[in-house]
């Protein structure tokens, strides 16, 4: 939780970053909170000290975890795509990197039980504080703020914009942009407070610890199909309305089925995870799309800007969403 309450506010210092020093400086920002972030959650499994020491060095290091989101998540991924990349590449460069969002959260939520059983949790920290300093030493030493010539005018206005807080206004001001934050928003939450509580939510009606695990994979995984079916399709046709029109169409469909099956039909796994994998493949489909359109919407404001509030405003309905079903649930199921 404490890391999704400081990815909120910390988006818009994230976007001014971006803004005012570039892409690299960003990324590289955010690669020492991920390297400090490992180690501080590894360090206190070794240290002779108390537990409460130990819960506040690991509590910093899951903090440190908040900062990087918007540093080299999903928030720099439109700017990335329209600093480097033309305009009928964008769309498949914003797709692979929401795609490697979710495949890094899909790996570790299939792997991360199973490595635990095999090698326990200290251990477990020591490789992904190992994987964090090899990934920060990558992006300190060779990420670059942008390619020697503009491969878009999308890039060329990021760097000649007004300032951050008449951006962040520019923004707020078009009805177009509000919609796709709702909208966008509201999916975001839904889809992020699922995977939270998917055992709070399928345990009390039959499912095993491991079927649960097995409908988020089947979530995530059709998901990150969508995501790169959805950016070549777009880098196509080039018809946002259109895809998010279609999309959002059966993603409210295979709700309705998701909602039905889980409150009007015996324990149906296969039917479950058919109505969540077409739901996950449109739903997190639809993510390039609306970011593209948000960087299109908003121009000339700079992407991490637009894409940023984006963000935010899913991760702060995903937080209210996330407690609101903790405090609705049956009290008889912990």
């Known amino acids: 939780t404490i890391y999704m309450a400081i990815y909120v506010p910390f988006t818009y210092i994230g976007a001014y970053i971006m803004k005012t020093y570039g892409l690299g400086t960003i990324m590289r920002i955010g690669s020492v909170f991920l390297l400090l972030s490992g180690w501080f ?6 240290l002779p000290i108390s537990s409460e020491p130990q819960f506040w060095l690991t509590f910093i290091g899951q903090s440190l975890g908040g900062f990087i989101q918007p540093c080299i998540g999903l928030n720099s991924i439109s700017l990335l795509a329209s600093t480097w990349f033309g305009e009928n590449e964008r769309a498949i460069a914003t797709s692979l990197g929401t795609l490697a969002n979710l495949l890094g959260n899909g790996v570790i939520f299939a792997l991360g039980p199973l490595m635990v059983s ?9 490789v992904t504080a190992i ?4 990934a920060s030493t990558l992006t300190m030493f060779f990420v670059e703020d942008g390619p020697p010539s503009p491969p878009s005018s999308v890039f060329d206005v990021n760097s000649e914009s007004q300032s951050f807080l008449l951006d962040l206004l520019e923004c707020l001001k078009s009805i177009h942009y509000l919609l796709l934050v709702l909208g966008y928003g ?12 998917a055992n709070e939510i399928l345990l009390p009606i039959g499912y095993t610890s491991d079927e649960a695990g097995y409908l988020t994979a089947i979530l995530l995984g059709s998901g990150i199909l969508g995501a790169v079916v959805a950016g070549i399709i777009l880098d196509r046709v080039r018809r946002y309305v259109l895809l998010i029109r ?5 993603v409210f469909a295979t709700t309705i089925w998701s909602f039905y099956t889980l409150n009007y039909e015996k324990k149906n796994f296969v ?9 996950g493949f449109f739903l997190i489909g639809t993510t390039p799309i ?12 700079p992407a991490g800007t637009s894409t940023g509030i984006i963000n935010s405003f899913g991760t702060l309905l995903g937080i209210i969403m996330i407690f609101s079903m903790e405090a609705l649930k049956d009290k008889e199921y912990p």
């Open 271 to 279: 039917h479950l995870s058919i109505a969540l994998g077409l739901m």
């Open 290 to 301: 609306v970011l593209e359109s948000a960087v299109e919407v908003t121009y000339p404001i």
């Open 246 to 250: 279609i999309n959002v169409t059966i």
């Open 118 to 126: 095999l090698i326990g949790i200290p251990n477990l920290l020591l």
């Open 186 to 197: 509201i999916a975001y939450a839904s889809f992020m407070a699922f995977t939270t509580l």
């Open 41 to 46: 959650r590894y360090i206190p499994n070794f």
């Open 131 to 134: 994987v964090a300093t090899f």
